[in-house]
């Protein structure tokens, strides 16, 4: 079936099937940066936005995005790059794999939350699996970029 | 020191972290054929027949292989130097499956759900054979894991199969009876390990086609790229030249990339077909069907005297390498060559024990590669003796340990060491004299702290090699070629790091392709806590050699002598005449065209070294434990590292930390558990705990940096080392804590609260 989408400010027509998750369909049309790091809805590595809420889209069929308004890190690139910039002065990048999802996340955690504490922050990203870095590298990161001593 | 010692950037960190798209899968054709495996449900059995005439027929369906379409010739998916020392005992297909899990056949379609449903359209009739599930009663089982008779190893590893054992181990010095005979105080215990998952967030995957020139490239997430083309050059039965293994940006590997787990698949079907085809790894199939972390048991007997001098060791183990034989022998060997060293005031040492075969998901390598494992089982009775001598621990390590210049029997001398004062620094910094051994918080809840020490190698004495070639371009920067693979580790900015402070230049000068063996030097691959060391030493001899060719370009077209010239990285000045210069980008015009002067520039370097010297960690963990649930609280961990000169101070660190937390995790979440009938029933991430954000308090993370000699600028290893001190020195703070020896890993509230009750 057909949907109607906008992904990062553009409309586009996606051919989808009814059981297909919008991970490999967003893959499919060559938005690489969308990762799959599981199957049960645990890593985070395939987060996106949906009209701006990041969502997991390995979790999310893609029949139900029909008209919404879809954002990946393709999207936001400056802003990404902003954020991205802290996390390699950390060295907390290591392979990146995670890195897509996680960027996502933080990006959506900026808009929404103001004054947020350290537990705030470990909270709202706590979704977001890595397995090089450790976590407290990209937390260092993630304060730095927020502004949060 | 300009650039060595300095936290710079990793080269391709802003690509990897802004998700362009550079790993294997975002790279595939999109008409590649995609692969399935049908895969065993028994965990033990043979093949009585199998159909696959109906799935044949489904359209969309390219090729359906069975165990009757492939070689029958044995091969190990181990990443090893060849002779390879883990046994040539699988096929592709084998009318044997030995785990649930095993594959049984190959389906290639052309998209994943016809790949499925005619997965499903195959009929198997097995002979179910009673299984091999329990490791301790692996050796003389009724049943034989492997009782095929081409089974090959290259040389003797103990391997007696009819008996179930994989390889066997004696690593002996000393008469260890008589020591423990005249030692007045003895600890003995049995610890348990578990068999840990990789857990990288790219599982495994590849992709295949024929080239123009008709061979069978294989883009491949691996960190051997050079040993694949071998493996699957024999699993094939292919001439090694027909192959050519490309490695892109990779998602992680902790040694579950140093087994060829996926390449033959598409690789076969590639072949059969000659079409492209990819296979992409499950987070499912990645936990259940790949490698893991050998699970062991070890006996370990410390004898001391009253003053707690160590007079003897002996570690008596037993592996579980399941269903194959990927790096049987040579983990659990390292369980000994890489802790006993540690104790070099022991008169007599012994490591022995056998590795066996069982009917589970087979193991390799896994950071810390048996190390992990030996030092759980050492560290946790050292330990124990410091408690029954009324010792402090980090007083019986005092008197004990290894020390700079001295030596041990089991891998000779030392020339760099900081380990006693890596054990004083992390005192300081977790506050060892006040919170030692535990402090009452309230009716229920206790702190206390734990500590371990650790030692690993920097790469494979006498086996490792690398070589390193940096070419100058005709635009004046230079390329860096190495073999060795780029994980997320940085070791493309470590290398060039190295590379930019002998030709005395600045990092932007340079470009780290990606691996492929048709253009890279040869590299044995990243593992074994290699390429800072062996590629390292390899990238100074190539950055020298590169910079006396330089000169000599130089002189002849100054017309001055050598010895009258100054190298000055993006210049080459005449001494005293500062106004005679000539650039690189000057030669590099120069050797590009005219009058007969052309040449292409290039250094090379080879390092294959006879030590693999040790960096060292004193680690020391600080727990809340809950009295009435038994859960822990991990409240601090702090590690003091001693890799020698730290090439980057920040990505050291990340790579610490990360390694911390990965052994923290084995530590306290990653249990692995398989029911009777030998399913994992551990395999998603559902019920496989790595640790999440908020498992981790703090981490402290420092070094105490010796000079290595035959090191890179002073440099040794860190990648593996910092894995193995979490689950020792947590279990140590448990029973601080509570008076709670737990010998099995995970440590979890359950087996806290049971042990709680029994005193109760």
């Known amino acids: 079936m057909k949907i109607q989408v906008i992904v990062n400010h553009k409309k586009i027509q996606m051919e989808v099937a009814y059981d297909e998750f919008l991970v490999d369909v967003l893959r499919r049309y060559g938005f690489n940066s969308v990762k799959r790091g599981c199957d049960t809805g645990n890593c985070g590595l395939c987060t996106i936005w949906i009209e701006g809420k990041p969502t997991l889209s390995c979790s999310t069929l893609a029949v139900r995005v029909n008209n919404k308004n879809l954002t990946t890190i393709e999207g936001i690139g400056e802003e990404a790059k902003d954020f991205a910039a802290f996390m390699v002065a950390e060295g907390a990048e290591q392979c990146g794999f995670c890195s897509p999802g996680f960027v996502m996340t933080v990006l959506a955690m900026k808009r929404e939350l103001k004054n947020p504490t350290e537990e705030d922050i470990i909270h709202y990203l706590t979704g977001n699996l890595c397995r090089c870095t450790g976590y407290v590298g990209q937390l260092r990161a993630v304060k730095t970029y927020m502004g949060v001593a | ?760």
Not at chain 2, 380 to 391: E, G, I, P
């Open chain 2, 1 to 760: 020191m300009k650039i060595i010692n300095q936290s710079i950037r990793k080269l391709d960190g802003m690509d990897v972290a802004t998700g362009k798209p550079l790993y294997t899968d975002d790279l595939v054709n999109a008409n590649a054929l995609v692969i399935k495996i049908l895969r065993s449900p028994h965990a033990f059995a043979k093949i009585k027949s199998i159909n696959i005439e109906k799935a044949e027929k489904l359209e969309g369906v390219e090729c359906i292989l069975t165990h009757k379409d492939v070689p029958n010739e044995r091969f190990t998916m181990a990443g090893q130097s060849y002779p390879e020392p883990s046994p040539y005992d699988r096929l592709i297909l084998d009318e044997y499956v030995r785990y649930v899990g095993d594959e049984v056949a190959i389906i290639a379609a052309i998209d994943e759900k016809t790949a499925i449903k005619a997965m499903k359209m195959i009929a198997v009739s097995y002979e179910v054979l009673e299984p091999v599930l329990n490791f301790e009663e692996a050796i003389g089982h009724t049943s034989i894991v492997h009782p095929e008779d081409n089974l090959q190893v290259n040389f003797d590893i103990g391997m007696k199969k009819e008996k179930n054992i994989t390889a066997t181990a004696l690593i002996e010095s000393g008469n260890v009876e008589k020591e423990l005979g005249k030692s007045p105080v003895i600890v003995e215990e049995t610890y348990y390990t578990q068999a840990q998952a990789h857990a990288m967030m790219e599982t495994q995957r590849a992709f295949t086609y024929m080239d123009s020139n008709g061979r069978l490239t294989i883009v491949s997430s691996t960190q051997i790229p050079f040993h694949v083309r071998r493996i699957v050059a024999r699993a094939l039965q292919v001439p090694k030249s027909k192959i050519r293994v490309v490695k892109p940006k990779i998602g992680g590997g902790f040694g579950g990339k140093q087994t060829a787990s996926v390449e033959v698949f598409p690789a076969i079907v590639t072949l059969k077909t000659g079409k492209p085809a990819k296979i992409i790894y499950d987070r499912k199939e990645s936990l259940n069907c790949t490698t893991s972390r050998h699970a062991m048991r070890i006996t370990v007997k410390i004898g001391a005297d009253h003053e707690g001098n160590i007079q003897a060791i002996d570690m008596k183990g037993l592996s579980d390498t399941g269903a194959y034989g990927e790096h049987a022998s040579t983990v659990f060997s390292v369980a000994g060559y890489k802790t006993l060293p540690l104790y070099n005031s022991a008169k007599a040492v012994r490591f022995s024990g056998n590795v066996v075969y069982t009917n589970k998901m087979p193991a390799g390598a896994l950071r810390g590669y048996g190390v992990t494992q030996g030092i759980f089982a050492l560290e946790s009775a050292a330990n124990q003796l410091a408690d029954k001598l009324n010792m402090d621990p980090t007083e019986l390590r005092a008197k004990n340990i290894i020390k700079e210049g001295e030596t041990n029997p089991i891998s000779g001398t030392l020339d760099s060491c900081t380990l006693d004062r890596c054990i004083e620094k992390g005192k300081q910094l977790i506050g060892w004299q006040e919170k030692y051994p535990r402090k009452i918080i309230s009716d229920t809840k206790v702190r206390s702290v734990g500590m371990a020490i650790t030692m690993q190698g920097s790469g494979i004495a006498a086996i490792d090699v690398a070589n390193v070639t940096i070419k100058l371009n005709d635009d004046g920067l230079y390329s860096l070629l190495i073999g060795a693979t780029e994980m997320g580790m940085g070791c493309d900015t470590v290398l060039t790091q190295m590379a930019a402070e002998i030709l005395e230049t600045t990092m932007d000068k340079f470009v780290v392709p990606g691996v492929d063996t048709d253009s890279s030097p040869y590299d044995t691959g990243s593992y074994a806590s290699s390429t800072t060391y062996v590629t390292g030493n390899a990238t100074i001899k190539a950055a020298e050699d590169l910079k006396l060719k330089l000169l000599k370009k130089a002189s002849e077209m100054l017309g001055i002598s050598l010895e009258k010239l100054d190298f000055q990285g993006d210049t080459i000045k005449v001494l005293n005449h500062e106004e005679k210069v000539v650039s690189l980008s000057q030669i590099a015009e120069y050797v590009s065209a005219g009058e007969g002067k052309q040449e292409q520039l290039m250094g090379t370097g080879t390092f294959g070294g006879d030590k693999s010297p040790p960096p060292f960690i004193a680690g020391f963990a600080e727990v809340e434990v809950d009295k009435e649930t038994g859960k822990i609280d991990l409240i601090d961990y702090v590690a003091v590292i001693d890799c020698g000169t730290v090439i980057n101070p920040k990505l050291a660190r990340i790579q610490a930390e990360g390694g911390l937390v990965q052994g923290i995790g084995m530590a306290m979440y990653e249990d692995v558990i398989y029911n009777q009938r030998g399913q994992m029933m551990t395999n998603t991430f559902m019920q496989y705990k790595i640790p999440c954000r908020k498992d981790i308090n703090k981490i402290t993370v420092d070094f105490e940096s010796s000079y290595e000699p035959s090191g890179p600028f002073g440099a040794k290893s860190i990648g593996e080392v910092v894995i193995n001190t979490p689950p020792p020195a947590i279990a140590h703070a448990v029973y601080n804590a509570v008076g709670v020896h737990v010998r099995s890993l995970p440590i979890t509230p359950e087996k806290v609260l049971k042990g709680i009750w029994k005193f109760q």
